[in-house]
């Protein structure tokens, strides 16, 4: 979908045709999760989700996603964190067995692979990586713009996980 953010003139609402990707909301089927997303969320958005170590962003996530999968919808939990064995006893707990899961963390890969997916979680941001020679700063706005530009080409919702410092700080730059 194209934002068209170059648009200079002002418009009535009353005129503007929006687009019916903003009426085909992914729902979770957990209703507290849709209200927080305007009846479920946007297609080809990107989200993200911080939080110390051990808060549960992970098993949250996982009942997300296990939701999506009862509503008919494709999803990918994607872990540079944490095993695919991890995952699945985390997963097996919550009672999210339809999760896809995989140990995935190269950018490009995770880029091919949102072509044939509703949803994408990323577990986590700081764990991406590439085959391409870059520094840390470089990395990370390739992984933002590249993994974003797809979402909305694909309307993939693509979720990053992030971690946060004892600080509270976001770990990484």
């Known amino acids: 979908m194209e934002l068209n953010y170059r648009t200079t003139t002002l418009t009535k ?7 019916d990707i903003f009426s085909r909301r992914l729902k979770t089927g957990i209703t507290k999760v849709d209200t927080l997303f305007d009846s479920g969320i946007l297609p080809g958005s990107a989200l993200t989700i911080t939080a110390q170590a051990g808060c549960g962003k992970t098993t949250f996530m996982l ?3 296990n939701g999506l999968t009862k509503n008919g919808y494709s999803v990918g939990y994607l872990s540079g964190e944490e095993s695919v064995y991890q995952l699945a006893y985390t997963a097996n707990r919550v009672k999210s ?9 190269d950018i490009d890969e995770i880029s091919k692979l949102m072509e044939n997916l509703d949803i994408v979680v990323i577990d986590s941001f700081q764990s991406l990586s590439t085959e391409t020679k ?36 976001l770990k990484g730059g």
């Open 13 to 19: 609402v009353r005129d503007i045709q929006i687009p």
């Open 63 to 65: 009942q997300v996603l």
């Open 97 to 105: 067995k339809d999760v896809s899961i995989a140990n995935l963390t």
């Open 134 to 169: 870059m520094n840390s700063r470089q990395l990370e706005k390739y992984a933002v713009q590249e993994l974003t530009r797809r979402a909305k080409e694909t309307e993939c919702v693509v979720v990053f996980i992030m971690h946060l410092t004892k600080s509270g700080d």
